[in-house]
């Protein structure tokens, strides 16, 4: 793989996974799965009071 440097644009494939109601929540991204949390989603309260600490 080529290395990146800070403000170069590029365009990765990108996989849709899941979606729901038309929009992506789970998509893979150069071989690693990202997915969509809603902040009001009871796991995604604890993944943003995680990241706080």
């Given amino acids: 793989m080529r290395e990146r440097v800070k403000n170069e644009h590029y365009r990765p494939i990108v996989t849709v996974d899941k ?3 038309g929009v992506p929540t789970v998509v893979e991204i150069s071989g690693k799965r990202y997915t969509l ?3 009001d989603h009871k ?8 990241q706080a600490e």
């Fill in 43 to 50: 796991r995604g309260n604890q993944e943003i009071r995680r």
């Fill in 19 to 21: 979606a729901k109601k």
């Fill in 37 to 39: 949390s809603h902040p």
